[in-house]
């Protein structure tokens, strides 16, 4: 398991900046809390909990990242490492 302290934020301080990531591209794109909310399927009291607290389901959070045009970035959440040459991959430590 990772230790996340090595990179200096805890899971909770992730998510808080995730929301306030989300928070920003949502006044950016000029949607309102009610629109975002509608649109991703979720009520809003569960939205406007998320842009407060962090807090939210993992399916939430990837239908307000569809609306907000954001959905490519899941994809590359847990890719494998990619490697310039065949040395650095002998080398990497797995």
Same mark, same amino acid.
Not at 11 to 33: L, N
Not at 56 to 61: E, K, N, P, T, V
Not at 79 to 94: F, G, H, I, R, V
């Given at each position: 398991? %990772?230790?996340?302290? #090595?990179?200096? $934020? $805890?899971? %909770?301080? @992730?998510?808080? =900046? %995730? *929301?306030?990531?989300? /928070?920003?591209? !949502?006044?950016? /794109? +000029? @949607?309102?809390?009610? #629109?975002? =909310? !509608?649109? *991703? +399927?979720?009520?809003?009291?569960?939205?406007? !909990?998320? &842009?407060?607290? +962090? &807090? @939210?389901?993992?399916?939430?959070?990837?239908r307000i990242a569809s609306v907000?045009?954001?959905?490519? =970035?899941?994809? *590359?959440?847990?890719?494998?490492?990619?490697? /310039?040459?065949?040395? #650095?991959?002998?080398? *990497?430590?797995?």
């Amino acid at each position: 398991m %990772i230790n996340l302290d #090595e990179f200096g $934020m $805890m899971p %909770i301080e @992730i998510q808080k =900046a %995730i *929301a306030r990531k989300e /928070k920003v591209r !949502r006044k950016q /794109k +000029g @949607i309102t809390q009610e #629109e975002l =909310a !509608r649109r *991703a +399927g979720l009520s809003l009291s569960s939205l406007r !909990r998320f &842009e407060q607290t +962090g &807090e @939210i389901s993992f399916s939430s959070l990837v239908r307000i990242a569809s609306v907000l045009d954001d959905e490519k =970035a899941f994809l *590359a959440l847990f890719s494998p490492q990619e490697y /310039k040459s065949m040395k #650095e991959l002998l080398n *990497a430590k797995c």
